[in-house]
T-cell receptor
Framework: EAGVAQSPRYKIIEKRQSVAFWCNPISGHATLYWYQQILGQGPKLLIQ????????DSQLPKDRFSAERLKGVDSTLKIQPAKLEDSAVYLC??????????????????FGPGTRLTVL | AQSVTQPDIHITVSEGASLELRCNYSYGATPYLFWYVQSPGQGLQLLLKYFSGDTLVQGIKGFEAEFKRSQSSFNLRKPSVHWSDAAEYFC????????????FGSGTQLTVLP
């Protein structure tokens, strides 16, 4: 089974520029997450999709960040315009979901390798 | 609101020595608890998880963790560390009944000396 794919792996931009990240979840996984991981911190959830609908985007800075999952499969996260403090690793994760946890791990989150963004 | 504290930012152990990484959580009900490992340039990999039942949980790569409700802790242990265990370790908590959202600790960086 292929894992979660993300691209690009690295991106360097100047502040006020725009950037987009792409994520392809594991086949058949209904739930998709975007996390922001700032250096020295744990991942912070930005947005959660269930198929093509948004479940939770309460921590997404909506004035500059946007995300979509139009066909309920792959997803794009965009930052426009970028700020210095957006420098971080952006992680995508997917989960077979929905529903509650089971001991069988049906609802384990699988993470992609991340995109490291540097804003100069 | 749920939260996770990993009090040790960086731990150094010698290869073959035992390891314990600390994790304390704050959550109003019975939490679901996880340990993830992140190697440089890699995504997070699940080591183990606790949902209910036996409070001692076995994971991959020889790791185990013990849930102690009275101490709100979920410490990760390994009896003999290998050089390949050098990585960053994250404890996470999810609300009972769902893995829909995880709250992560700030991580513990593990260095293994030869």
């Amino acid at each position: 089974e292929a894992g979660v794919a993300q691209s690009p792996r690295y991106k360097i931009i100047e502040k006020r520029q725009s950037v987009a990240f792409w994520c392809n979840p594991i086949s058949g996984h209904a739930t998709l997450y975007w996390y922001q991981q700032i250096l020295g911190q744990g991942p912070k959830l930005l947005i959660q999709f269930q198929n093509n609908g948004v479940v939770d985007d309460s921590q997404l800075p909506k004035d500059r960040f946007s995300a979509e999952r139009l066909k309920g499969v792959d997803s794009t996260l965009k930052i426009q315009p970028a700020k210095l403090e957006d420098s971080a690793v952006y992680l995508c994760a997917s989960r077979r979901g929905p529903g509650t946890l089971s001991l069988g791990g049906r609802n384990e989150q699988f993470f992609g390798p991340g995109t490291r963004l540097t804003v100069l | 609101a749920q939260s996770v504290t990993q009090p040790d930012i960086h731990i150094t152990v010698s290869e073959g020595a035992s390891l314990e990484l600390r994790c304390n959580y704050s959550y109003g009900a019975t939490p679901y608890l996880f340990w993830y490992v992140q190697s440089p340039g890699q995504g997070l990999q699940l080591l183990l998880k606790y949902f209910s039942g036996d409070t001692l949980v076995q994971g991959i790569k020889g790791f185990e963790a013990e849930f102690k409700r009275s101490q709100s802790s979920f410490n990760l242990r390994k009896p003999s560390v290998h050089w390949s265990d050098a990585a960053e370790y994250f404890c996470a908590v999810g609300p009972s009944g769902s893995a829909r959202q995880l709250t992560f600790g700030s991580g513990t960086q593990l260095t293994v000396l030869p």
